[in-house]
């Protein structure tokens, strides 16, 4: 029998992939701290997890969490500092990848998290956060956000969090998961990887307002284990963050 699932929660385990054993993680927020606590539970468990409000872990939080300032995320914590303890990290290329989302991407790997004038009017966005910083110092990032036309531009309107550009010596986009499928960034062009289960290469392509490169033959994600999928179901048992709609953002 083949367990149904999520696109959301598919993108969880690949993004729970991503994540060596032993590795600094920058979580953030949403999908990715599942996935962090998703590779803890298997391939893992030696990672560390840092958050932007200071908070470091070396397991996942034993509740749902809605922000990285709720209670369950400062229980058992190896250490609550601040902002810039954790930011110094990042700064003494100590931080192995850092997870970050976007509005709107290039075919380099620019997010765009500032302002928007794709709709025909100038839309303020939530801004940078630590998204810039992360893009800038981790020695990789992985890029999770929605597949939309809207969202993939041949050049966005504000580069927030930076990608690939000439001369850069260290860290830049490795891995880009989206609601269609995984592509890789690390050549400064955007190739998919897999396509999630049911998803073709028109589709990807009419979702994308830029040219990328889907080869022949291109295999289908990985679907989640029963066991990956009832780890997800333990950590979002209401599927805030991993059910249809999302409800988290």
């Given at each position: 029998m083949i367990a149904t699932y999520t696109r959301r929660e598919l993108m969880v385990v690949a993004a729970g992939r991503e994540i060596r054993d032993g590795e600094v993680v920058f979580v953030g927020m949403r999908l990715p701290l599942l996935g962090f606590g998703l590779a803890k539970a298997t391939h893992a468990?030696?990672?560390?997890?840092?958050?932007?409000?200071?908070?470091?872990?070396?397991?996942?939080a034993e509740a749902f969490i809605y922000t990285m300032g709720d209670p369950p995320n400062i229980a058992g914590a190896v250490a609550c500092l601040?902002?810039?303890?954790?930011?110094?990290?990042?700064?003494?290329?100590?931080?192995?990848?850092?997870?970050?989302?976007?509005?709107?991407i290039d075919p380099l790997g620019n997010l765009n998290t500032t302002r928007t004038s794709g709709s025909g009017s100038?839309?303020?966005?939530?801004?940078?956060?630590?998204?810039?910083?992360?893009?800038?110092?981790?020695g990789r990032t992985v890029l999770i956000m929605?597949?939309?036309?809207?969202?993939?531009?041949?050049?966005v309107d504000y580069v927030t969090s930076p990608g690939h550009f000439p001369g850069r010596r260290r860290g830049g986009p490795a891995t880009l998961i989206t609601t269609l499928g995984v592509f890789d960034l690390t050549g400064g062009r955007v190739q998919a990887v897999t396509l999630h289960p049911g998803v073709t290469p028109e589709q990807v392509r009419q979702a994308t307002g830029f040219e990328?490169?889907?080869?022949?033959?291109?295999?289908?994600?990985?679907?989640?284990?029963?066991?990956?999928?009832?780890?997800?179901?333990?950590a979002d048992p209401d599927g805030f963050w991993t059910g249809d709609t999302m409800k988290g953002g």
């Open positions: 468990p030696n990672a560390v997890g840092l958050f932007e409000n200071g908070v470091i872990r070396d397991r996942p601040g902002l810039n303890d954790v930011m110094s990290l990042l700064q003494q290329g100590r931080v192995d990848v850092g997870f970050i989302g976007g509005a709107e100038l839309v303020r966005l939530p801004g940078s956060g630590g998204g810039g910083d992360i893009a800038s110092l981790a929605e597949h939309e036309p809207r969202r993939f531009r041949e050049r990328l490169s889907i080869d022949e033959g291109i295999p289908a994600t990985m679907a989640p284990s029963a066991d990956e999928l009832a780890y997800i179901r333990k």
